[in-house]
């Protein structure tokens, strides 16, 4: 039964899966699921992970190789969100408790460990892109972390530096980024490659974003920004879920006069594809209104794709000067960008290289290290022992 532990005597670290039964799980999905994959394969040694999720008709797709369970909490989820927003108990088991999203107890067990990752600060800062609801979910349950946890996680300096003023308790604040999933760091085989590039007529060059469709994610900026004469003149491919917002790429199109040949909405697309259409694309915007990682950004220049972004500073920060930047809002400049990198070879080879050195420097594994240390020393803080 959740929240009663288990009588095995092995410490076990849960990690809350829920998001990826989220209707749209988006970034923190990819997030979640990477993660606890990995704090899995990292364990130390005695160590069990296990998921856990809010009560669901079919939980198959919280099931992740390596890790037990999922467990089934008692709540679905709307019932366990409120739960735990109003401060009730509900434990989900284990000696210590991470939390990818804001999605989390109310306060740890007494001698348990309870992290929450943070991964922005948009509730705050852009609150306009999130429902009102969401955003007043999103600001309480992140307060309360910073109150109640034993440490937050953020994927970013910028991040950090937000937080510490804008949910002020006494949960240490960590920062840990992030990693290029396996499935997509690899090179696709290239039958592979052949057979997505025909089975999605894939352009011979395009301008390529990757992320949910949503207002934050800057989508009317860059599609406006395509439709200018000073804009690169090749297709716009656009992949990733419809989220909240009534963003509709296709009537922003019809409102810029960019030709319908020059959009391409591909929604979502599992990693193999979409390691194929990254690997394609001439360059990849990312002009975010706001971010607290910027997980597309890393990807391409993992994989050798040039980056146009936006001055947002986990962006700025996360590409550590391999992107080229264009002003948030600003289509002119983002035209600009674009054209520069997809018409100057020379700029583009030197973004390909030091973005590639750049990418280098964020992995999964140094990810798993460090909040296996936030965990194991809040353990040995509150046990006097390992």
Known sequence: MAGRGRLTGVPELVVITEQLLAPVPGGTGRYTRELVAVLAATAPAGWEVT?????????????????????????????????????LPLWPGGDSVHAPTPLAPSRARRGRGLVVTVHDTVPWSHPDTLTARGGR?????????????????????????ELNTLAI???????????VPAALAAEPPADTRTRVAA??????????????????????????????????????VL???RGWGGIDPHALAREHRLPKERLRVLGWLDDE????????????????LSEGFGLPVLEAMAVGVPVVH?????????????????????????ANALRAVVTDQSRRSVMVATGKRRAARFRWRRAADDIWRIHLDIRRARLGHP
């Open 273 to 288: 594809a979409l390691s194929v259409v990254l690997r394609r694309a001439s360059v990849l915007a990312a002009p975010s």
């Open 199 to 236: 089975d999605l007529a894939l352009p011979d060059s395009y301008v390529l974003a990757v992320g949910t469709l949503e207002p934050r994610k800057g989508i009317p900026v860059l599609i406006e920004a395509m439709a200018r004469a000073d804009a690169p003149d090749i297709p716009l």
């Open 239 to 241: 992949i990733g879920a």
């Open 137 to 161: 979910w999103h600001r309480k349950v992140i307060r309360r972390a910073a109150t109640h946890a034993h440490a937050l996680v953020v994927p970013t300096t910028a991040v950090a530096a």
């Open 51 to 87: 998921g856990a999720v809010a009560r669901h008709s079919d939980p198959s797709a919280a099931i992740i190789p390596g890790v037990a369970g999922p467990r089934v909490l008692p709540l679905p989820r709307r019932a366990l969100a409120a739960a735990w927003e109003h401060g």
């Open 169 to 179: 308790g006494p949960a240490r604040v960590h920062v840990v980024g992030e990693g």
């Open 310 to 334: 936006s001055d947002a500073p986990a962006l700025v920060e996360v590409s550590g000067g391999a992107g080229l930047i264009a002003k948030r809002g600003d289509p002119v400049a983002l």
